[in-house]
């Protein structure tokens, strides 16, 4: 174990909804403080949720394992949680001497003391504005000892209109491949980008209280998402739009800046990465795997595949995923639509495009295949081709092996709510 006073901070900041819609991964949006994070340490440009839906995800962060393995697969707000067995990050670090603290949401247990922390700060909203007063008191005069802090931001989740924020102009954005390019489509991203402004504010204000405090050269910083932004075929997909996310890491004196990483990262490697950073080892019994040495300017490698799930949301919708360097393979169960939308999407003017409409009338498909060289806003579905049946093939029996490694239950059946949960009462007879 490393001597105490060896051991890194830790702050992380995991924002909502968020995917990696930032001016340093080239969105168009102008996020100055976040973009001088990514240039002082290193950009991964594919790192990946387990899920895209939040609860979940933030439970693969918080565990390092996948959401079927948890037991989290669905919202805490509608009766799912992590179970008490599963240890979380605060609850690892402890060993290692360090003490936690949670700013803002925290949406892995229904009870927001429940996440192992030592002390929960605030309450209320969990925007910016909120936040960061507690935030920067702590940062400015902080405790003795390593410290794990964790930020949890509502700011981009919709519904986007707020007069907090100043939208962009609708004519300076960048719609992304995957959506139709429409004025009504340009409005929505230009009332996010302010808000993802608020949160590059935000950012700012945080990293300049840390020096302030005197500990911005021995903290390692992570930011990060917990899925894509809230617009169809993002959210709540397995598309890289549904499943990409931000992750910036800046660690002073053993991190080089101003690096970029294509290494396939998967959110569950952040806690076996933060533990070993710790002085720990990794922990036995999890799906992640530490990329330290990646941080410490060893080789640029990481997996050569990540899976990702998606079981509940507003609605039981199960789908699993594998994705290369190369190709990405969706397979689905059940019958519905093509294109399922989330209830904070659904009413959107996004949502109502003939294009997006189309999509959600047609029926599901039950395999999709992309070719992510050619394709990277995955529009054409391959799983037809017959030149490409052997590559399907192997991506098909690499995802079936996998889910018979980490016990997949759907491959049992269908997945079953907890009882008492709106979900469970939602599929009650189907």
Same mark, same amino acid.
């Given at each position: 174990?490393?001597?105490?006073?060896?051991?890194?901070?830790?702050?992380?900041?995991?924002?909502?909804?968020?995917?990696?819609?930032?001016?340093?991964?080239?969105?168009?949006?102008?996020?100055?403080?976040?973009?001088?994070?990514?240039?002082?340490?290193?950009?991964? +440009?594919?790192?990946?949720?387990?899920?895209?839906?939040?609860?979940?995800?933030?439970?693969?962060?918080?565990?390092?394992?996948?959401?079927?393995?948890?037991?989290?697969?669905?919202?805490?707000?509608?009766?799912?949680?992590?179970?008490?067995?599963?240890?979380?990050?605060?609850?690892?670090?402890?060993?290692?001497?360090?003490?936690?603290?949670?700013?803002?949401?925290?949406?892995?247990?229904?009870?927001?003391?429940?996440?192992?922390?030592?002390?929960?700060?605030?309450?209320?909203?969990?925007?910016?504005?909120?936040?960061?007063?507690?935030?920067?008191?702590?940062?400015?005069?902080?405790?003795?000892?390593?410290?794990?802090?964790? %930020?949890?931001?509502?700011?981009?989740?919709?519904?986007?209109?707020?007069?907090?924020?100043?939208?962009?102009?609708?004519?300076?954005?960048?719609?992304?491949?995957?959506?139709?390019?429409?004025?009504?489509?340009?409005?929505?991203i230009a009332e996010l980008q302010?808000?993802?402004?608020?949160?590059?504010?935000?950012?700012?204000?945080?990293?300049?209280?840390?020096?302030?405090?005197?500990?911005?050269?021995? +903290?390692?910083?992570?930011?990060?998402?917990?899925?894509?932004?809230?617009?169809?075929?993002?959210?709540?997909?397995?598309?890289?739009?549904?499943?990409?996310?931000?992750?910036?890491?800046?660690?002073?004196?053993?991190?080089?800046?101003?690096?970029?990483?294509?290494?396939?990262?998967?959110?569950?490697?952040?806690?076996?990465?933060?533990?070993?950073?710790?002085?720990?080892?990794?922990?036995?019994?999890?799906?992640?795997?530490?990329?330290?040495?990646?941080?410490?300017?060893?080789?640029?490698?990481?997996?050569?595949?990540?899976?990702?799930?998606?079981?509940?949301?507003?609605?039981?919708?199960?789908?699993?995923?594998?994705?290369?360097?190369?190709?990405?393979?969706?397979?689905?169960?059940?019958?519905?639509?093509?294109?399922?939308?989330?209830?904070?999407?659904?009413?959107?003017?996004?949502?109502? +495009?003939?294009?997006?409409?189309?999509?959600?009338?047609?029926?599901?498909?039950?395999?999709?295949?992309?070719?992510?060289?050619?394709?990277?806003?995955?529009?054409?579905?391959?799983?037809?081709?017959?030149?490409?049946?052997?590559?399907?093939?192997?991506?098909?029996?690499?995802?079936q092996r996998w889910m018979?490694?980490?016990?997949?239950?759907?491959?049992?059946?269908?997945?079953?709510?907890?009882?008492?949960? %709106?979900?469970?009462?939602?599929?009650?007879?189907?």
């Amino acid at each position: 174990m490393l001597a105490r006073e060896a051991r890194p901070n830790i702050l992380m900041v995991i924002c909502h909804d968020l995917g990696r819609h930032l001016g340093c991964y080239g969105a168009g949006v102008q996020t100055p403080n976040l973009d001088r994070l990514a240039a002082e340490g290193l950009r991964f +440009t594919h790192n990946f949720c387990t899920t895209p839906l939040c609860s979940p995800s933030r439970g693969s962060i918080q565990t390092g394992r996948y959401p079927h393995r948890t037991g989290l697969m669905g919202l805490v707000n509608r009766g799912w949680t992590l179970p008490a067995g599963e240890p979380t990050l605060a609850e690892r670090l402890r060993s290692a001497g360090y003490r936690s603290w949670l700013f803002g949401l925290q949406h892995e247990r229904r009870e927001r003391t429940a996440m192992g922390y030592d002390t929960v700060v605030g309450e209320g909203p969990a925007h910016a504005d909120a936040v960061l007063p507690h935030l920067e008191a702590f940062l400015r005069e902080p405790p003795d000892g390593p410290f794990l802090a964790v %930020v949890g931001l509502t700011e981009t989740h919709r519904p986007f209109r707020n007069a907090r924020y100043t939208p962009d102009d609708p004519a300076t954005v960048r719609v992304p491949g995957y959506l139709p390019d429409r004025p009504e489509v340009r409005q929505e991203i230009a009332e996010l980008q302010g808000l993802v402004k608020k949160v590059d504010t935000f950012v700012g204000q945080t990293l300049a209280a840390l020096e302030a405090g005197g500990r911005g050269h021995n +903290t390692l910083v992570v930011f990060t998402a917990d899925h894509g932004i809230a617009f169809p075929r993002a959210k709540s997909t397995l598309y890289d739009s549904g499943i990409g996310t931000a992750l910036l890491v800046r660690w002073p004196g053993t991190c080089a800046a101003g690096r970029t990483s294509e290494a396939l990262i998967s959110n569950v490697d952040l806690l076996p990465t933060l533990v070993e950073a710790a002085g720990l080892a990794a922990p036995a019994g999890i799906d992640g795997r530490s990329f330290l040495d990646l941080l410490r300017g060893g080789p640029d490698r990481g997996r050569d595949a990540i899976f990702a799930e998606k079981n509940y949301h507003d609605a039981y919708d199960p789908m699993r995923a594998v994705r290369t360097d190369r190709f990405k393979l969706i397979r689905r169960w059940g019958d519905g639509p093509d294109l399922v939308l989330p209830k904070d999407i659904a009413p959107s003017p996004s949502a109502a +495009t003939p294009e997006i409409a189309a999509a959600t009338a047609r029926p599901r498909r039950q395999v999709e295949l992309y070719d992510l060289a050619h394709d990277p806003w995955e529009c054409r579905d391959l799983a037809g081709d017959a030149s490409l049946v052997e590559e399907r093939t192997a991506l098909e029996a690499r995802l079936q092996r996998w889910m018979e490694e980490t016990g997949d239950p759907l491959l049992r059946g269908p997945v079953a709510a907890p009882a008492g949960s %709106v979900d469970a009462r939602e599929t009650e007879g189907r």
